[in-house]
Structure formats: C-alpha cells, structure tokens
C-alpha cells in the first residue's frame, strides 16, 4: 500500500530532552516535507526537501532540523524541544512539488512540557 | 498577515444546497493552486488542484483569478460527507503556503 508513515504518532516529552520523528514514503518520491499544524494558523512548512540532500528551509524552521540521506525517509529532529513545538507535525510527499498531490502521514501529536 | 487567507467559517448548509467560498493570496510568484480537504486534525487529502481556466470535478468547481489573487471553491447538491474544513494551498518551488482553513458543516 503506498502510504506516508511518522512515528510515533504521539509524544509527551519535557523541555530540553532531544527527539526525532520519523518519516517515510514507499512511493519513490522525489520530494518529501514538514509542517506543523496550530489551531487558527493552518499548516506552516517547517522544512522541505526537493531530493536526497537536498533540504530547504520553509517558514518557521527554527528549533527543528532535518537530513534527507536517503530518498524514502525525511527525519525532523528536535534537539532542544520547548513548549512552543508543542503541535501537530505533519510529513508529506509528492512525486515532485509542482503541481503535484502531497500525501500525508497521519501526524504526529507533540507536547512539550 | 498570512500568505493566504480563508474565511474560517463554519459555514453551515443544507443537505443538497450549493455552498461557494474562496480565499485571497499575497504571493503573486505562485505557480500551483490547490484545494485541500481535512476531517478532524487528520491528515490533509487532495481535493483538486485548480487550473487557470478553471475545473471541475464532480459536484466540485474549482475557479483561479491570477489577476486579483484569489481562488474559489464551489460545492453542488452538498452532503453530509461533505462536511470538513477545506484548505487553499499555493505553491511556489516547492514552498506551499495553506490557509487556516474554512469549515463547512452539512446539516440534514
């Protein structure tokens, strides 16, 4: 089944401890991307990736970090998680961005406390 | 302000009415336009992308105006499944900005 999977799909972590969201595509897309989703704000692309190390900054990087070593995973790191990432972390992918369909992972829900 | 504005509703409809919303956009180097559909803070879905000279898919119209930057989306004889909160996406070299979102609620 072509899908886009995250893990884990929650996580209830305290300031300061690093952590990792996993993401990955079984569609051999080239591009693959991060958003986070708060209420009355809509998604906000946190960083994306055009193909294997090839990463972009989107409009609220700060904080997150990502790598792209290979095609199918888009791991976003968190090395210093405040309370202000708490969100709802979105990974998506698309054959290529333009023009093209996203697919989503299912979402991550994240609380830092 | 945001890149792309929606009106966030709810816009509450009956069962079989047509129901028609739009959002405006600021970034005029957008290349790629697209209606998004998301159920309760689940994953964004594909609804239809939006051409230029506008499309349409099934009960659904989708209408571009590069020009006064603002895309519009047309729902016929709606649903109940209808009911979601649409997102306006744009896109430009693989920076996509959403809108918040307008929530429209189908009521029997």
């Known amino acids: 089944e072509a899908q886009v999977t995250q893990n884990p799909r929650y996580l209830i972590t305290v300031t300061g401890k690093k952590l990792t969201v996993t993401c990955s595509q079984n569609m051999n897309h080239e591009y693959m991307s991060w958003y986070r989703q708060d209420p009355g704000l809509g998604l906000r692309q946190i960083y994306y990736?055009?193909?294997?190390?090839?990463?972009d900054k989107g409009d609220v990087p700060e904080g997150y970090k990502v790598s792209r070593k290979e095609k199918r995973n888009f791991p976003l790191i968190l090395e210093s998680p405040s309370p202000n990432q708490t969100s709802l972390y979105f990974c998506a992918s698309s054959v290529s961005p333009g023009g093209n369909e996203q697919f989503f992972g299912p979402g991550t829900r994240l609380t830092v406390l | 302000r945001k890149e792309v504005e929606q009106d966030p509703g709810p816009f509450n409809v009956p069962e079989g009415a047509t129901v028609a919303f739009n959002c405006t956009y600021s970034n005029s180097a957008s290349q790629s336009f697209f209606w998004y559909r998301q159920d309760c803070r689940k994953e964004p879905k594909l609804l239809m992308s939006v051409y230029s000279s506008g499309n349409e898919d099934g009960r659904f119209t989708a209408q571009l105006n590069r020009a006064s930057q603002y895309i519009s989306l047309l729902i016929r004889d709606s649903k109940l499944s209808d009911s979601a909160t649409y997102l306006c996406v744009t896109d430009s070299w693989g920076k996509f900005q959403f809108g918040a979102g307008t929530q429209v609620v189908v009521t029997p």
């Open positions: 990736s055009m193909n294997v190390e090839v990463t």
